[in-house]
């Protein structure tokens, strides 16, 4: 465990045989509450809110395998996807021994807390979901580049650098008229901008 503030607490959970890096935050007697982070990010996501989350709740913000902290394993050891992240959800929602909780889930993690809802009902008090992945979105060419056989995993992987990443967030998280926070995009490209990391968000990317 890692103390990262005051109230703040970074621990590492195995679920579903993946380490995943956690942030816990708030009263462990409080009603718990998941949030779950969308594709290219981490639990860093959340930071503007988790501290006000954290005046009524226990928070619990992972990593999805794959993702910033969280153990990459190869895609022949862990099958990357929704209905694989939602079953690391059920498994750390009962690692935590919460019973029933509340989960937030944003863009593809909207999805995963869609599934986990409709799979595991007995672990979902309350849903909230923000821009869920659950039709197909429209995509730019800095989407669909990356899914084009064999060209495409090198051009995800190796030539997606810091400025095609900042504009995929600018068109497709905060939206070209939004003034895009390059300091938090770049907290998230650093998490991004290593070969294993980016080989499992490609494995996310075509499943």
Not at 24 to 43: K, M, N, Q, R, Y
Not at 135 to 161: C, D, E, H, M, N
Request: contains cysteine; aromatic residues 10%.
């Amino acid at each position: 465990m890692t103390n990262n503030s005051d109230d703040r607490l970074l621990r590492d959970v195995t679920a579903r045989g993946v380490r995943m890096r956690v942030l816990e935050a708030g009263d462990e007697a409080a009603p718990a509450l998941v949030l779950i982070h969308g594709f290219l990010t981490s639990h860093r996501e959340f930071d503007d809110v988790i501290w006000r989350f954290a005046e009524k709740f226990h928070v619990i913000a992972p990593d999805l395998p794959g993702f910033g902290e969280s153990e990459k394993p190869n895609p022949a050891r862990h099958q990357y996807g929704i209905e694989s992240a939602t079953e690391a959800i059920a498994d750390l929602i009962a690692a935590f021994g919460v019973g029933r909780a509340m989960v937030l889930g944003h863009g593809m993690g909207g999805a995963i807390a869609l599934t986990l809802a409709a799979q595991h009902a007995e672990l979902v008090q309350r849903l909230v979901v923000e821009d869920p992945l659950c039709y197909p979105a429209p995509s730019g060419w800095r989407t669909r580049a990356p899914l084009y056989p064999v060209i495409g995993g090198f051009f995800f992987k190796q030539l997606w650098g810091r400025g095609i990443f900042r504009g995929w967030f600018r068109e497709q998280v905060y939206g070209s008229a939004a003034k895009t926070p390059l300091d938090r995009v770049d907290v998230h490209y650093r998490f991004f901008n290593a070969p294993a990391a980016r080989e499992r968000k490609a494995s996310s990317l075509r499943s």
